[in-house]
C-alpha cells in the first residue's frame, strides 16, 4: 500500500512539475476569460432577444451558455488526462523507469492502479473546479443556476476518468504519439456520436437516434456529458425544455438508471484488458 501511494504521489507531482501542466493551466485561463468575456456579452443582450412564444430567454442563454461550458471543460480535461498518462506504461518501460518498480517491489496490476488513481485525482479535482468556475461566471452575470449543481460536476468527473482509463490502457500497447493521437480521435468519435443524435432529433429519424445512443454507450464519457447537459435542466418544461434537449456538441439525453453501473463494469473491463496486455509486455 505504501509502494502505490508513492506511485500516486509521484504522478501527482510530475503533474505538476512538467511544462505540459503549464500549458494546461495556461489554456485553462484564457477558457475562463473568453467564457466570461462571452457570458456578460449574451446576458447584456438578454433583453433584445426575442425567442418564439414558450421559450424563456433567461433559461436560454444560461443552460446554452453552460453546456458550452461543460464542453470546453471536458475537453480541457480530456487534455489533462492524455498528458498524465500517455506515456505511463511503454514510454516509462522504454526509459527504464519500470524494471525497478513492477519486478518486486509493487507488481504491474498495483502499479496500473496506481498511475489511474493519480491521473484521476488530478484530472477530478481539475474538471470541477472549472466547471464550478463556469457556474459562478453563469450564475454572477445573468442571476441563473442549473436545475441540479452538483450531479453534473460528478459527471464530468467520471467523464475524464473514462478517458484516463483509455489513455492508460493506451500506454500499455502504443507509442506516446500514438495514443495521444487514438485518445482524442475516441473523444472526436464521442462528439460525432453527440452531434448525430442532434441530427436526429432536429430530422425525427429513429435510425440516427438509436445510432447515437449506442454510440455514447460504446464510448461511455459521451453519455456522461449528455446526461449531465440533462440535469442543467431536469426541472425546465415546456417548450424551453424541448429545445434545450438539443443542447451543444451533443443532446441532452438523460442516462437512466443504467449509465452508472455500466460505466463501474465499463472501466473493470479496461482494466482487464491493460492488465492481460501489461503482463504480456517484456520489459
Request: glycine share 14%.
Amino acid at each position: 500500500m505504501n509502494g502505490a501511494m508513492t506511485i500516486v504521489g509521484y504522478a501527482i507531482k510530475e503533474s505538476v512539475r512538467k511544462k505540459m501542466f503549464l500549458v494546461v493551466l495556461l489554456l485553462t485561463g484564457v477558457f475562463i476569460g473568453l467564457f466570461w468575456l462571452g457570458t456578460n456579452e449574451l446576458f447584456q443582450e438578454v433583453d433584445d432577444i426575442s425567442p418564439p412564444a414558450g421559450i424563456d430567454a433567461t433559461t436560454l442563454v444560461g443552460a446554452t451558455t453552460l453546456g458550452l461550458g461543460m464542453f470546453g471543460t471536458l475537453f480541457l480535461g480530456t487534455v489533462l488526462a492524455v498528458f498524465l498518462t500517455l506515456s505511463a506504461v511503454r514510454g516509462d518501460a522504454e526509459r527504464g523507469l519500470l524494471q525497478p518498480l513492477v519486478v518486486r517491489p509493487l507488481g504491474r496490476a498495483t502499479f496500473l492502479g496506481a498511475r489511474f488513481a493519480g491521473a484521476v485525482a488530478v484530472c477530478a479535482l481539475y474538471v470541477i473546479a472549472v466547471y464550478g468556475a463556469t457556474v459562478a461566471i453563469v450564475q454572477l452575470e445573468g442571476g441563473w443556476e442549473p436545475d441540479r449543481l452538483v450531479a453534473p460536476a460528478v459527471e464530468l468527473a467520471v467523464a475524464v476518468s473514462i478517458l484516463a482509463g483509455l489513455s492508460l490502457l493506451g500506454s500499455v500497447f502504443l507509442s506516446a504519439t500514438a495514443n495521444g493521437v487514438a485518445v482524442f480521435m475516441v473523444f472526436g468519435a464521442g462528439l460525432v456520436a453527440g452531434l448525430l443524435g442532434q441530427i436526429g432529433e432536429a430530422l425525427d429519424s429513429e435510425t440516427l437516434r438509436n445510432l447515437a445512443h449506442d454510440a455514447s454507450w460504446i464510448l461511455p464519457f459521451e453519455a456522461l456529458y449528455q446526461d449531465g447537459l440533462h440535469r442543467l435542466t431536469a426541472d425546465t418544461g415546456g417548450f424551453t425544455g424541448f429545445v434545450l434537449q438539443l443542447g451543444p456538441f451533443g443532446g441532452a439525453q438523460a442516462g437512466g438508471d443504467r449509465l452508472f453501473p455500466w460505466v463501474v463494469a465499463y472501466v473493470a473491463l479496461l482494466a482487464v484488458v491493460a492488465l492481460a496486455g501489461f503482463a504480456r509486455k517484456d520489459l
